[in-house]
DNA sequence: GACTAGATGTCGGGG
DNA sequence: CCCCGACGTCTAGTC
């Protein structure tokens, strides 16, 4: 990793055009060639970048940086004065292991889905439709069609995204009629206003109590 | 902004849980207290971060960095050896100029709304309604009412956009009725079905083919 | 503060 | 490789 805080201005030509006057800034170049161009704030994200794979020229003498990718995009760097540079290899990172997301949440469910509804029992995760995977197939205990959606904050687009779902898996006679389930942690109002609206019903579960059960569930066995 | 290159390990809990294992990384804290862990590819995306505002408390003798912020969110860094390290004072960024992203499609499409659809005049832009603004409201050759939603990339939720934006406008009786028509560089395969299913209209349009006419046109006069 | 919609979104999974 | 949906999305604007 290169790191370079200097007196630069920088032009970006490609999905769209930015032009960045002269300012301090830090230049930070990866291994895999990346480049990204931070100011002192504005959160983690860089004010300009080059994702891998690129080609990165440098003129040292001219202070001109130039990358270049295969989808046509240049990002231009004009280097007027270097204050400070550090120059070290990290080596591959372990990796970040991860908890907690809708992934999860959905294995959770689908090991559980009584959780939602009484008498549920797992048709299929992820079941196909033209538009997309719907996250629970399920019957009720009646043997009708339920799909579910699980977020893990409940917004009105889950609940669009479900009311889409169901319009299409009404359309096959082995299915019809199917009712949705919108889950998640938390629901907003305005989510659930949609639902009612909708004819979708919603169930906020909790994610610890969650685990909760399904270990529970693995002492009894 | 201060910059550690250092063998740490890190962990987060908030959101959800993350660990990282001990590895060489870069620890750069911003001006405005934000906190972004890079390893030495992956593009501009930090392994972990914590943005501002929060509160980071430095142990140096225990190497121990602990960031906490008002949600509740917690990221503890422990260094276990710093290979190099750089403090510089950046200023404020004097700021980013952008041009051609969905505004100025907007922009181009709302002088030349035939480009959409032939006989197509536009009415208003940002046309509001009580969900929100559409576009480009026009009427067609006939004199009937259509409703033009843009999007650089088409897809589904854009569809949903539009779609309850024709379900308000077709509420008033002096527009009533309201067709949609779909405009974006290009759209997605599912996006175009679900338009199909609503009986919105979809167009793709070039960007630059779109700039060459509106020059075109201003040269003529 | 809540809600909406855009983003050079980025990232990972499945076909 | 495209297509699609999640993301600790983030961010800016409006109400």
Redesign the pocket.
């Known amino acids: 990793m290169r790191l370079v805080l200097a007196r630069c201005t920088v032009d ?1 030509e ?3 055009s ?1 032009h960045l006057p002269e300012a301090v800034r830090l230049i930070m170049v990866k291994a895999d060639g990346c480049v990204a161009i931070h100011a002192d704030g ?2 983690y ?1 860089p004010l ?4 891998a794979p690129n080609r990165l020229v440098i003129d040292e003498a001219a202070g001109l940086w130039v990358v270049t990718n295969a989808k046509g ?1 240049t990002l231009t760097i004009t280097v007027h004065e270097i204050l400070a540079e550090v120059n070290h290899e990290l080596g591959v990172d372990p990796g970040l292991r ?1 908890d907690g ?3 999860h949440l959905q294995e959770l469910l689908a090991a559980n889905p009584t959780v939602i509804a009484d008498g549920l029992r797992l048709v299929r995760r992820e079941y196909p439709t033209d ?3 719907v996250d629970l197939l399920c019957r009720d205990a009646n043997g009708a069609t339920v799909a579910i959606e699980i ?3 409940g ?2 687009d889950g609940v669009e ?1 479900l009311a889409r779902y169901l319009e299409f898996l009404n359309r096959d006679p082995l299915l019809r009629p199917v009712r949705g389930i919108f889950v998640a942690q938390e629901i ?3 989510a659930r206003v949609l639902a009612g609206t909708r004819s979708i019903g919603w169930v906020e579960v909790d994610y610890d109590e969650l685990r909760g059960i399904v270990s529970e569930e693995l002492r009894l066995f």
């Open positions: 970006y490609g999905r769209l930015a504005g959160a994200k300009n970048w080059m994702n995009e991860k997301v809708e992934a538009i997309g995977p977020k893990r904050r917004e009105i995204q907003k109002p305005q």
